[in-house]
C-alpha cells in the first residue's frame, strides 16, 4: 500500500502544481497577510475560527471539486479504474495533500496576524480536522458531475449548509441542534484555542470529528463506486 500512496501523493503534488492551487494559496497567503495585518491591532483573536472556517472551504472542498472534474476531463480517472491503485489510496492522497496545502496556508497567516498568543495545538487540531471533512464531503459532492457548469450551482447549496455553525457561533440563532452538523465539531475546536470551552464540548468537537471523518471516508468511497467506476463501466 505504501509503495501505491507515495507515487500517488508525488503525482497529486504534481498535479495541483500543474493546475495552479500551489499558486493560488500562495496568492492567498500574501494577500491575506498583507490585509489583515492593518486590521489585526482592531480586530478580536475569538474572530480567528470564523476566518479559518471560510477560508479552508476554498482549499479543500473546492479544490478537490476542480481536481476531480480536471481528472475526468483528462480520462485520469478512467485509467485509474484499471490500475493497481485502491479507491482508499486515491481518496487518502487527495486528503493528506489538499489537508497539507490548507493547513499550512491557514496557519502561515494566523502565525504571522496572530502570533502565538493562543492554543496553536488546537487551532491547529481543529484546521486539520476541518480540512479533512471538507475534502471528503467535496468529494462526494463532485464525483457525480461531468463538467463545472453542473456542479457550481449544486456546489452553492451545499457551502451554505456546510456555513451554518457560523449562525451558532457568532450568536445570531442558537439551538442544540447545532451539535448534529457535521462542521460544528471541528469549529468547536478552534474556538477552544482562544477561549475557555466546557470539557465535554471539546471531547464532543473531537470525537464527533472523527465519527463524521470516518463516515464521510465510507460515503466518498461509495461515490467513487456509484458515480465514477460504474458509470464508466457502463459507458
Known amino acids: 500500500m505504501i509503495n501505491r500512496l507515495v507515487p500517488t501523493l508525488l503525482v497529486d503534488f504534481r498535479q495541483q502544481v500543474r493546475y495552479g492551487f500551489i499558486v493560488a494559496s500562495l496568492f492567498t497567503m500574501i494577500v491575506f497577510i498583507a490585509m489583515l495585518s492593518q ?54 492522497s487527495k486528503v493528506l495533500t489538499l489537508t497539507a496545502l490548507a493547513f499550512i496556508e491557514n496557519m502561515a497567516i494566523v502565525l504571522a496576524i496572530f502570533g502565538t498568543g493562543y492554543n496553536v495545538l488546537l487551532l491547529a487540531a481543529g484546521t486539520i480536522l476541518a480540512a479533512v471533512i471538507y475534502v471528503l464531503l467535496g468529494f462526494v459532492m463532485v464525483s457525480r458531475f461531468k463538467s463545472i457548469s453542473e456542479y457550481l450551482m449544486p456546489a452553492a447549496f451545499v457551502i451554505v449548509a456546510l456555513m ?35 470539557s465535554w464540548q471539546l471531547a464532543y468537537g473531537v470525537l464527533y470529528s472523527l465519527i463524521v471523518i470516518a463516515v464521510a471516508f465510507v460515503l466518498s468511497k461509495r461515490a467513487f463506486d456509484r458515480h465514477i467506476i460504474n458509470r464508466k463501466g457502463g459507458n
Not at 479544490?63 to 491503485?85: D, N, T, W, Y
Open 164 to 198: 451554518l455553525p457560523l449562525v451558532d457561533y457568532l450568536q445570531i440563532f442558537e439551538t442544540p441542534l447545532v451539535y448534529l452538523h457535521p462542521m460544528q465539531a471541528p469549529l468547536l475546536v478552534m474556538k477552544a484555542a482562544f477561549v475557555p470551552v466546557e
Open 39 to 92: 486590521f489585526s491591532q482592531y480586530g478580536s483573536p475569538v474572530f480567528v475560527p470564523l476566518f479559518v472556517f471560510g477560508n479552508l472551504m476554498i482549499g479543500t472542498f473546492f479544490f478537490i471539486g476542480g481536481m476531480v472534474l480536471f481528472e475526468k476531463g483528462e480520462g485520469v480517472l478512467q485509467a485509474l479504474i484499471v490500475s493497481p491503485l485502491r479507491v482508499e489510496e486515491y481518496l487518502g
